[in-house]
């Protein structure tokens, strides 16, 4: 598969299986609430169950998705800021549904993670050829910010070429 296509296929990916535990979420919340972990194995077992991707590039995207939203509850939690300063850019430049539903995820998901502190407490990592949702990244070897107003595989630092990142916090 080239690159385009991997990127394409994974950055829709992204998107559906967040769209999907949007859903879910929405369904929930009149039952008992399911863990965050349970939402996202849904949205990936239909992934699967339609044919969209393999099992293995969905058990990706679903880690891909869980990083993101605990580290957007983690700035929630931790920082008491608004949601969009999390994405540390103009949120005018992202599409308007997808910030409504990467925000109605993250903050049930900040609700699930009071119970889960401990777990929320963990640094996410980023690394080069993941998928990551809109939000900024530093660079962990020179700080360099890299900005995503959209779902999108993580590139080598602009400059200086480092895999590994870090959710920008302000």
């Excluded at 950055?11 to 972990?37: C, Q």
């Excluded at 995207?61 to 993101?68: F, P, S």
């Excluded at 119970?115 to 660079?139: K, M, N, P, V, W």
């Excluded at 962990?140 to 990142?165: Q, V």
Aim: some cysteine.
């Amino acid at each position: 598969m080239s690159d385009n296509n991997f990127e394409e296929k994974f950055t829709a990916a992204y998107d559906k299986m967040m769209e999907r535990i949007e859903h879910f979420f929405d369904d929930a919340e009149t039952n008992a609430a399911p863990t965050l972990r349970q939402r996202i194995e849904l949205a990936k077992l239909r992934a699967i169950e339609l044919r969209e991707m393999t099992s293995e590039e969905a058990d990706k995207i679903a880690y891909y998705v869980e990083r993101d939203l605990h580290d957007a509850a983690d700035y929630l939690e931790t920082t008491g800021k608004e949601f969009s300063t999390w994405f540390n850019f103009d949120l005018q430049l992202i599409e308007a549904r997808l910030y409504e539903m990467f925000a109605s995820v993250a903050d049930k998901t900040r609700l699930e993670l009071r119970q889960l502190a401990s777990q929320a407490q963990i640094a996410q990592q980023y690394y080069t050829g993941e998928i990551t949702g809109i939000g900024s990244l530093i660079c962990e070897s020179c700080g360099t910010e890299m900005h995503f107003k959209k779902t999108g595989r993580i590139p080598p630092c602009p400059k200086c070429r480092h895999t590994e990142f870090r959710r920008q916090a302000k």
